[in-house]
């Protein structure tokens, strides 16, 4: 078991930049820097959508095509926290971003990650 909990949301100005953290609780079982790690997004009235992934090493990473050259996902298994840095930031990533954690690479669908923050706020005014 593993509790998430995110920060770093807040109110910015397009085309500016914000950075996330999300910082894991180890309960039970496995260590932080055993499990994959993701960011989501969900806007209101929408499907929850994946934005960027992280491999337990760092080895690898993935990004949403919306996501791809303005964000940069990546991780201290030393502080056992994950961060998305969001540069070039636009109206429509506007959303509650979630962390979350899990034991298979390749996967976006949310059902197939195990453990969830509570989710911080993003809001980018035009």
């Known amino acids: 078991q593993v509790q998430l909990v995110e920060s770093g949301g807040g109110l910015v100005q397009a085309g500016g930049s914000l950075r996330l953290s999300c910082e894991a609780f180890?309960?039970?079982?496995?260590?932080?820097?055993?499990?994959?790690m993701a960011w989501f997004r969900q806007a209101p009235g929408k499907e929850r959508e994946f934005v960027a992934a992280?491999?337990?090493?760092?080895?690898?990473?993935s990004y949403t095509d919306s996501a791809k050259g303005r964000f940069t996902i990546s991780r201290d298994n030393t502080k056992r926290t994950l961060y998305l840095q969001m540069n070039s930031l636009k109206s429509e990533d506007s959303a509650v971003y979630y962390c979350?954690?899990?034991?298979?690479?390749?996967?976006?669908?949310?059902?197939?990650?195990?453990?969830w923050g509570r989710g911080t706020q993003v809001t980018v005014s035009s």
């Open positions: 979350a954690a899990g034991s298979f690479w390749g996967e976006t669908a949310v059902e197939r990650w195990d453990y």
């Open positions: 180890e309960r039970s079982g496995r260590t932080f820097g055993s499990y994959n």
């Open positions: 992280i491999l337990w090493n760092e080895s690898r990473t």
